[in-house]
């Protein structure tokens, strides 16, 4: 399935979200232009997860909707999802099998060809440095192997739209390293990207857009450069978001 014409990336228009009582999103109008790395930052509860959620068709809206270049999540899922990659945070795996077999199972279900399935698990294993746990099984996987098994799961339809969620979390070095590198070549090549992190320094090195989500909404978005201006990201951030460390009070039992 192509993408539209100049459409964008993503695109959510008015999303809201209620649980009980807690507004988590309310009326988030953000759009991902086509061919960006765009980062999504805000603190803890912030409402990032429930809004990449509701972007990508895992959770439905209360009100409002979102488009991945052109075709509506919700009326037109087929079309829609067919142009995405996901990586959820907390991504659950089928545990009892091996990463070759996560891999088979998952393409085989989107409707690929073997062989097909066959040839791109065996790039995505060797890029991805996995091929030496060729015979390992999930439940097996550290938490570095876990984050780069799924995001394998989310390249091997070829997709135009990858939407990470905290996709460096408690990743080493190392496998962080390869994952940036593989995210770098994506973009470079036409796809687009977005990462939902609450580190500010990694948004900096990757990312070219930046959105920051408070309290369900949207606090600040636009390049990089535009939103935070002539200092770093984290400074910007806490003051729309926060409050500056020097206002905090020390724990007197603390001092000697």
Request: with cysteine; hydrophobic share 45%; net charge negative.
């Amino acid at each position: 399935m192509s993408a539209s014409t100049n459409a964008p990336a993503l695109l959510l228009v008015g999303l809201s979200k209620t649980f009980g009582h807690k507004r988590a999103v309310d009326h988030i109008d953000l759009e991902v232009p086509s061919g960006s790395f765009f980062g999504l930052v805000g603190s803890n509860g912030a409402g990032k997860t429930t809004s990449l959620s509701m972007a990508v068709g895992l959770l439905r809206p209360d009100a409002g909707r979102a488009e991945i270049f052109g075709h509506d999540v919700w009326s037109a899922p087929e079309r829609a999802k067919a142009l995405v990659g996901v990586l959820p945070d907390g991504l659950a795996m089928p545990e009892r099998l091996t990463g070759r077999e996560v891999l088979t199972y998952m393409g085989l279900l989107r409707g690929l060809d073997k062989d097909v399935v066959a040839q791109r698990t065996e790039e995505l294993l060797g890029v991805l440095e996995l091929d030496a746990a060729d015979k390992t099984l999930v439940i097996e996987y550290s938490t570095g192997m876990r984050k780069k098994i799924g995001l394998a799961t989310a390249l091997l339809h070829a997709p135009r739209l990858l939407v990470l969620d905290e996709p460096f979390e408690a990743v080493d070095p190392v496998s962080a390293a390869t994952i940036k590198t593989i995210l770098r070549g994506f973009v470079a090549g036409g796809g687009s990207v977005v990462l939902s992190s609450h580190v500010m320094a990694l948004v900096e090195q990757l990312c070219d857009h930046v959105a920051v989500i408070d309290k369900g909404t949207v606090a600040a978005a636009g390049t990089l450069d535009e939103v935070r201006g002539t200092r770093s990201l984290e400074d910007t951030f806490v003051e729309l978001v926060g409050t500056p460390g020097s206002s905090v009070k020390e724990l007197s039992w603390l001092s000697r």
